[in-house]
């Protein structure tokens, strides 16, 4: 069974538009961390939450894990043809080494 | 600064024949080292984890295996490659968070 659950699997809007990316646990996270993944390159850190309730952002980029730390979201302002490509979420979880992957979302953004 | 290396880049190999991949870090001492497997648009699949040299957790059954020979490095093999192995393998290692290499795309024919 999947132990993140993401979606939406792919979003396309258009240049400007706010968009929002969620990622649910099945199991209290130690940890939550997002991801931005060109295709076929490696992937970039964007955030990583570890206090339920906490919130961070980054130029137009914020993440928020609820009070439960079982899940996440993503949200885009204002989005621009550079934030196109696939957002992953990853997890730690209580008492393991690990680190796993929701399935990721496809964005393209449409100028 | 932390650096992770992964050769080659891009791999295509003919359906039983042998693979290896190596990774090696830079920049840290007793890392946390991760192999996953990304199929064609897809999320990433955890296949090995290793926490010390010689010691390697399997997540999925497969005819894959990995080794850690070296505090610094990880290596991915198989005896007898399937189609299905085909996919872009990512190297990591956990830190503050989870740094990955650059990756290896392995098409298999």
């Known amino acids: 069974s999947q132990e993140l659950e993401q979606s939406p699997q792919s979003l396309i809007v258009q240049e400007g538009k706010n968009l929002t990316i969620n990622c649910t646990s099945s199991?209290?996270?130690?940890?939550l961390y997002w991801y931005k993944q060109k295709y076929g390159e490696g992937l970039i850190f964007l955030m990583m939450?570890?206090?339920?309730?906490e919130e961070k952002s980054h130029e137009k980029i914020t993440a928020k894990l609820d009070e439960k730390k079982q899940q996440s979201s993503l949200h885009i302002t204002a989005s621009q043809p550079s934030h196109a490509g696939i957002y992953l979420c990853?997890?730690?979880?209580?008492?393991?080494?690990?680190?796993?992957f929701g399935a990721g979302t496809r964005l393209t953004v449409k100028p | 600064s932390q650096t992770i290396h992964q050769w080659p880049a891009t791999l295509v190999q003919p359906v039983g024949s042998p693979l290896s991949l190596e990774c090696t870090v830079e920049?840290?001492?007793?890392?946390?080292l991760y192999w996953y497997r990304q199929a064609a648009g897809r999320g990433l699949q955890l296949l090995f984890y290793?926490?010390?040299?010689?010691?390697i957790s399997s997540e999925v059954p497969q005819n894959l295996s990995a080794s850690r020979p070296q505090d610094r490095q990880f290596i991915l093999s198989s005896k007898k490659l399937l189609l299905s192995d085909s996919g872009f393998y990512l190297c990591?290692?956990?830190?503050?968070?989870?740094?990955f290499g650059p990756g290896t795309r392995l098409t298999v024919t």
């Open positions: 939450l570890q206090k339920g309730g």
């Open positions: 920049g840290t001492s007793n890392p946390n």
């Open positions: 199991k209290t996270l130690y940890g």
């Open positions: 990591a290692w956990m830190g503050y968070e989870q740094y």
């Open positions: 990853g997890a730690v979880f209580y008492n393991n080494n690990d680190m796993r």
């Open positions: 290793s926490v010390g040299i010689g010691q």
